[in-house]
């Protein structure tokens, strides 16, 4: 059997060794169940992270980024894929191909890029080699979105490239959404691999409520299939999201105390500290409930709060997800703070308000920050408070879940613990950036005679424990996409489902065009954040 026919699902090829294994022994329907020399190569090869899903070299990969002018392409796209190829996880045949309308040449492109690459800290050997190979390897193709015949010129100079190996093609959509459908229809007619897979990552936003969502969806289906749609939320690459499942599901300790009966409320907290700086124009129009809420915090809490799913397989997490985000009750306005941030001075600076920004309009009531208290109307979570909250230009830099447990029944310390019994309650928070953390709070005898309780932390500081630097969430996506492993990226029924959660409390915020409390550049943020907890009996963890 040719080394690439172990790849048997071109939506789901296998990831781990195991799998090779087991795909190679399930594959072959004689007696003789033994690997042969060419599945033995390919299963070493994909266990060390090299040709994932390509067949060794039979086959190559393109990838094809669609808004390569841009600065998500600059910051994170090409920065992600060269991390890849520095640490040996791109196949061994790949090609990295920007395409925008701005004209620019293949050298060009390699400047723009290369002063963003950067080289793992803990293993910087041969960096300059391996950042020249890599832009090497990169091309640029100026064209519109729209231009079948942009993307078939677009398809010979690829074409080129994989000098007649088995091609798969990715293309990474990273340009405003009023361009996707057009770059997804182009890019599939025009510039889709006859001969091996086609995939497609689409960036947020998708839509700004359930109607545009869904006419998004149907946009990209005209072209795609949706096992070929890679909706990316980068949160779900970050390591502390990816770990919510492990925290939960490979320790006893955790799961039996994860419902109703034993945590209190649930908070997820993102804050920035800084404003919209250039993207105003593209804020102004999606603000910070769908900028975040609707998306990263939501994927937070659904990874946090489903039920166990059958196995780890995509559409077994995928299918859980969906059912505790349908149980999710809609967000209301009155279970809802917004604000907006305004200028400030000190000591002689100024820090510009979020209306400063010359893309902005002088009257606009955009929300930069807003606060939220979802239910989930299921059995394990009937009448906790998840409290979400999500702000720029804030005083620090952080994102975080902070699951506060309730008052131990009958407590024989009572007496010890002093007035504030809230306080003294256990809470884990799971500290997702920056310096990324997982600490328990507990109620500790202070040592020495007499009985006196503290308050102390068992801390699992990663920076502490683990040497090896955290792979930037891009790189997981992007890597996974590559691999075709879905279990990261958003399927259409559960975006149909986190839109209506929020569609009905947007439509509030613009009908009765409700004006955000303003909040000082680098504060805490509104007080009303701090009512809508008090309202549900909370005291917010950060602060
Ligand atoms: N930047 C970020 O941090 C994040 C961005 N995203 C999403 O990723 C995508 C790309 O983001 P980003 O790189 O910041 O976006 P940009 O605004 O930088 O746009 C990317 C490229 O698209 C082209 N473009 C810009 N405006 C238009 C337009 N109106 N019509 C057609 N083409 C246009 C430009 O290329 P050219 O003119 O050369 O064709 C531009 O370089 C967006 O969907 C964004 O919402 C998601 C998360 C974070
Ligand atoms: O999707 C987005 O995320 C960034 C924050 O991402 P992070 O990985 O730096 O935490 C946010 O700044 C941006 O507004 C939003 O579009």
Not at 210 to 224: C, F, H, I, M, N
Not at 312 to 337: C, G, H, Q, W, Y
Not at 423 to 444: M, W
Not at 447 to 474: F, N, Q, V
């Amino acid at each position: 059997m040719p080394a690439f026919t172990l790849q048997a699902s071109p939506s789901k090829p296998p990831l781990f060794l195991f799998d090779f294994i087991f795909l190679a022994n399930s594959n072959s329907s004689s007696s003789n169940t033994s690997l042969t020399l060419d599945q033995v190569e390919f299963v070493i090869a994909n266990a060390n992270g090299v040709a994932a899903t390509t067949g060794a070299s039979h086959s190559t990969v393109s990838i094809t980024i669609v808004g390569a002018s841009g600065d998500l392409a600059k910051k994170k796209i090409f920065p992600a894929l060269f991390a890849l190829f520095y640490d040996g996880h791109l196949p061994q045949h790949f090609t990295v191909c920007g395409y925008a309308r701005s004209k620019m040449t293949d050298e060009e492109l390699r400047l723009k890029i290369s002063g963003n690459l950067t080289c793992r800290i803990d293993r910087s050997e041969n960096c300059g080699d391996k950042m020249e190979e890599f832009l090497k390897r990169c091309f640029y193709h100026p064209g519109q979105y729209d231009s079948l015949e942009n993307f078939a010129q677009l398809n010979e100079k690829l074409k080129g490239h994989e000098q007649g190996r088995i091609a798969h093609r990715l293309f990474y959509l990273s340009v405003p959404p009023n361009v996707f459908v057009d770059a997804a229809k182009c890019g599939s007619l025009a510039a889709s691999s006859s001969t091996g897979w086609t995939r497609v990552i689409v960036e947020k936003p998708f839509g700004r409520d359930s109607e545009s969502s869904a006419q998004l969806t149907s946009g990209l289906k005209q072209y795609l299939n949706e096992d070929q749609i890679y909706r990316i939320d980068h949160y779900l690459g970050k390591e502390l999201v990816e770990n919510l499942s492990v925290l939960r599901f490979s320790n006893l300790v955790f799961e039996p105390l994860w419902s109703r009966k034993y945590i209190r409320n649930v908070q997820i907290i993102f804050a920035e500290d800084f404003g919209t700086e250039g993207r105003g124009g593209y804020f102004d129009r999606y603000g910070i409930i769908r900028d975040i809420m609707q998306n990263h915090l939501l994927q937070i809490v659904a990874l946090f709060a489903m039920e166990p799913p059958v196995s780890l397989d995509a559409e077994d997490v995928r299918n859980e997800k969906v059912k505790v985000v349908r149980s999710m009750r809609p967000l209301s306005i009155e279970d809802t703070a917004v604000g907006q941030y305004k200028g400030y001075s000190k000591d002689g600076v100024r820090f510009p308000g979020y209306t400063d920004d010359s893309t902005v309009p002088k009257n606009s009531i955009t929300p930069t920050f807003a606060a939220a208290a979802l239910f989930i109307d299921n059995a394990r979570w009937d009448g906790v408070p998840f409290l979400m909250k999500a702000g720029k230009a804030l005083q620090t830099r952080r994102t975080e879940i902070r699951v506060q447990f309730r008052h131990v029944p009958g407590n024989l310390f009572k007496r010890n613990l002093g007035t504030e019994l809230d306080k003294a309650t256990n809470e884990l928070v799971i500290r997702v950036q920056p310096d990324e953390a997982i600490y328990l709070k507990i109620n500790n005898k202070v040592p020495g005679l007499g009985m006196r309780l503290d308050r102390s932390t068992l801390d699992l500081l990663y920076a502490d424990r683990y040497s090896k630097e955290i792979p930037d969430a891009y790189e997981r996506l992007l890597l996974d996409a590559i691999a075709g492993e879905r279990r990261l990226f958003i399927r259409s029924d559960e975006l149909d489902a986190a839109w209506k959660i929020f569609t009905p409390l947007l439509k509030d915020l613009e009908r009765k065009k409700t004006a955000p409390e303003l909040y000082p550049y680098g504060s805490r943020g509104p007080v009303g954040a701090h009512y809508l907890a008090a309202k549900h009996n909370v005291k917010w963890g950060d602060v």
